[in-house]
């Protein structure tokens, strides 16, 4: 499996439902980002938690990260069917001062 | 808007084609990249320049050659290109090289005929 995989690979609720998603990776991380895509648009940073960081929250995000497990998770609480997008995590690696490893993301579907 | 724009949104060309694809920055920032994302796949890095100098060519072959005159602008160039390398080409900025967030473009769809 590669570095920085979503789990689960599409997610569809109902508006105002919670959504949590779920990254895992291989190596060693200085930091981990969740971004936002809009279907064949570009990529929206959403946050990013660093690895010496277990909680971050934004508005309706948040981010946990457990470096034990090398896994992170994104929830978004009280969805919105603008939400609807694909999420995907990246690492920002240790022996890469620049580069970030994308993941396969998650396609969440927020019905109306 | 992020701030980041690229030029053409779409574009459709032959194999035997050259093509540029533009990307430009009004962040301020010092490190631009090139993506390539396909149906399926994660997004592939394929580039990254820093103050303008390249430090990064992720095994990418020959038929792409990037090239940054200034740390506003990036460039694409296109020659010779083969149907699987139709993708959504994204272009990034960064304040540095250094892990920081990375603002996207919109992207450039390319079809490769």
């Known amino acids: 499996s590669q570095q920085g995989e979503e789990d689960p690979q599409a997610l569809s609720i109902q508006e105002g439902e919670n959504a949590t998603m779920n990254c895992s990776y291989k190596t060693s991380i200085n930091n981990l980002q969740w971004y936002r895509q809009n279907s064949g648009r570009g990529l929206v940073h959403l946050i990013l938690i660093r690895s010496n960081e277990r909680e971050k929250h934004s508005g309706r995000l948040r981010v946990t990260l457990d470096t034990s497990k090398k896994s992170s998770s994104l929830l978004i609480t009280a969805s919105r069917a603008a939400d609807t997008a694909s999420y995907f995590c990246a690492t920002g690696v240790m022996d890469s001062s620049y580069k970030l490893i994308f993941g396969s993301g998650t396609r969440l579907l927020v019905r109306p | 808007e992020t701030g980041v724009t690229q030029t053409p949104r779409h574009l459709v060309m032959g194999m035997t084609n050259k093509k540029s694809l533009k990307c430009e920055q009004h962040?301020?920032?010092?490190?631009m990249y090139w993506y390539k994302q396909s149906a399926k796949k994660p997004l592939e890095l394929m580039f990254v320049?820093?103050?303008?100098?390249?430090?990064e060519n992720n095994s990418v072959p020959s038929r792409f050659s990037p090239e940054c005159p200034n740390s506003s602008h990036l460039f694409l160039h296109l020659h010779t290109l083969q149907p699987e390398d139709s993708a959504l080409y994204l272009c990034?900025?960064?304040?540095?090289?250094?892990?920081?967030?990375?603002?996207f473009g919109p992207g450039t769809r390319l079809t490769v005929l």
């Open positions: 990034a900025s960064s304040q540095d090289s250094s892990r920081n967030e990375q603002f």
């Open positions: 962040l301020g920032h010092n490190a």
């Open positions: 320049y820093s103050l303008e100098e390249r430090v």
